[in-house]
């Protein structure tokens, strides 16, 4: 027997449409995803350095990031599937809690770029940074300088002031940071030192202990920014790696770059000595983000795209 389909009431075809078009309107996207933001090293410390990596939920055509008042952007890996940007916690960086505000741009189809932002809270705390204090000699210009080495001292803040503050907008590392010599740990970042009696700074670097005349090697891939002699550092060596990351490199006995080089990671920049204020041959590398050093046996450990 054929079964014969009972029409609607006309009266209920209004309703039916009303209650399907609220069904599509209130429906997620299927193919939406969350927000996935990643530091690395998982516990923040002031001093350190940190890479951030984001899984956007959409396609971005760029991605920039807003940390601790600075400005910089990110880099797709492809073979990840990742954005990622090195940034930094300066070592005067209170405890407490920051945001990293994330904003990119997305296509959708054949139309412009629209907005899409996220905001991600990460926990800074303390550092545990040694606080012996040891008593270093050093010749007493370094302490108590004449007038002319008082000129040269202000002459090579000058320099330091208008090269180590610059960012220039592409990135120029890649990959792992590899340690400049093979040598011991005399001295980390963030100790308490005494130079004949008067505390100095924090140390703002990491010491190897190695001998005059030890090659020193670019810890990653960049342009030389600085290669001169200045009256704290002697003889002065200063990587730009892109997007305001910088690696220096003090005290060395001989230059084997000039400003301007361009050099890979593992290439021979200098050999190691005791020029400036040193109490004996070694050498010194300091690392900078954006104006704010860094400690590098942090940077070492990170393992990056």
């Not at 412009?112 to 996220?118: R, W």
């Not at 790696?241 to 000039?258: A, D, I, W």
């Not at 004996?280 to 393992?303: E, F, I, M, N, S």
Request: glycine fraction near 8%; charge should be positive; aromatic fraction near 10%.
């Amino acid at each position: 027997m054929k079964l014969r389909r009972s029409p609607v009431p006309a009266n209920r075809l209004p309703i039916i449409i009303f209650c399907f078009f609220l069904s599509a309107i209130s429906a997620p996207e299927a193919s939406a995803a969350e927000w996935s933001v990643h530091a690395q090293p998982k516990q923040l410390v002031n001093g350190s350095p940190v890479l951030f990596e984001v899984k956007a939920p959409s396609r971005l055509q760029s991605l920039n990031g807003s940390w601790l008042g600075h400005e910089f952007p990110f880099t797709f890996s492809e073979r990840r599937k990742i954005w990622f940007a090195l940034a930094g916690v300066s070592l005067e960086t209170s405890p407490g809690s920051y945001a990293l505000e994330l904003s990119g741009e997305k296509l959708a189809g054949k139309t412009a770029a629209t907005k899409i932002s996220f905001s991600r809270t990460f926990i800074v705390t303390r550092g545990n940074y040694p606080k012996i204090k040891v008593n270093l000699d050093v010749e007493s210009k370094f302490t108590e300088p004449s007038p002319e080495q008082v000129k040269q001292i202000e002459e090579g803040q000058q320099v330091k002031k208008d090269y180590l503050n610059r960012v220039s907008p592409s990135r120029e590392w890649d990959g792992q940071f590899n340690a400049p010599a093979e040598a011991a740990i005399s001295d980390v970042f963030g100790s308490e030192r005494i130079f004949n009696g008067k505390t100095s700074s924090p140390h703002l670097g990491l010491d190897f202990r190695v001998p005059a005349g030890t090659p020193v090697e670019a810890m990653n891939a960049g342009t030389v920014l600085l290669a001169r002699l200045l009256f704290f550092e002697g003889n002065f060596v200063v990587i730009d790696h892109g997007q305001g990351l910088l690696t220096l490199y003090l005290h060395l006995s001989q230059f084997n770059v000039k400003e301007g080089d361009q050099v890979k990671r593992g290439q021979e920049i200098g050999l190691s000595g005791g020029t400036g204020r040193a109490t004996g041959p070694h050498l010194h590398v300091a690392v900078r983000w954006q104006g704010t050093y860094l400690d590098p046996a942090q940077l070492l450990k990170l393992q990056l795209p």
